[in-house]
């Protein structure tokens, strides 16, 4: 079993269409984490909840919306996609605070043409 | 505010010959220290991390790093490579209550 895995794997889509990325883990973690990666290989963090609740939320654009539904989940929802959108998105989990090692998904390349 | 430094975007180096991926970091409070490897098309995994006690840090895959506080530094060595150790290797660090941070990446490739 995948300990976090990420759909779709790759997502090509128009600017201005509204898209989502889903992360799920079996891990049992209480934190999880979206991070965005450009082209450049910079990782930025964007959002980290802890048992569903919002802790960590960077200053990214508020066309990006994280849902989490439950403990095991949390997706990432994108309004009116711009080509600087593009980029791979990270999905992360770990047990707890910052001191935790964190758990990476296999990433989801987005594309904005 | 913490940041990290990853003083080489690129290094090469042949096949079994030593290799050091430095990593600087500033902080103002006591951090927490991480090495993250990506291989190609893939997620991060940890190599290693320093939270508290010896400074020497092992990790998977015969790597280690060196915590020095005095340096603010925790450079990751390995004293033979394999063509299997190219990837993009990352510092980090976090301090409880606050964020994560990444450094911008060392691209290691080993030569055959």
């Known amino acids: 079993d995948t300990a976090v895995s990420q759909t779709p794997k790759y997502l090509v889509t128009q600017m201005g269409n509204d898209k989502s990325i889903k992360c799920e883990q079996n891990l049992g973690h209480d934190t999880m984490y979206w991070y965005k990666q450009d082209s450049k290989k910079f990782l930025k963090i964007m959002f980290s909840?802890?048992?569903?609740?919002?802790?960590i939320n960077e200053t990214v654009p508020n066309r990006f919306s994280p849902k989490s539904p439950d403990k095991a989940h949390l997706n990432l929802h994108i309004n009116s996609l711009e080509l600087g959108d593009s980029a791979v998105y990270f999905c992360?989990?770990?047990?707890?605070?910052?001191?935790?090692?964190?758990?990476f998904g296999p990433g989801t390349r987005l594309t904005v043409t | 505010a913490q940041s990290v430094t990853q003083l080489d975007s690129q290094v090469p180096v042949f096949e079994e010959a030593p290799v050091e991926l430095r990593c600087n970091y500033s902080?103002?409070?006591?951090?927490?220290l991480f090495w993250y490897v990506q291989y190609p098309n893939q997620g991060l995994q940890l190599l290693l991390k320093?939270?508290?006690?010896?400074?020497l840090v092992k990790g998977i895959n015969g790597f280690e790093a060196e915590f020095n506080k005095s340096q603010t530094s925790f450079h990751l060595r390995k004293p033979s490579v394999h063509i299997s150790d190219t990837a993009e290797y990352f510092c980090?660090?976090?301090?409880?209550?606050?964020?994560?941070?990444f450094g911008t990446g060392t691209s290691l490739t080993v030569i055959p």
């Open positions: 909840y802890n048992n569903k609740e919002l802790i």
């Open positions: 902080s103002s409070v006591s951090v927490y």
């Open positions: 980090a660090v976090s301090a409880y209550g606050n964020q994560f941070y």
């Open positions: 320093y939270l508290s006690g010896s400074t």
């Open positions: 992360a989990t770990s047990a707890g605070a910052l001191t935790y090692e964190q758990y």
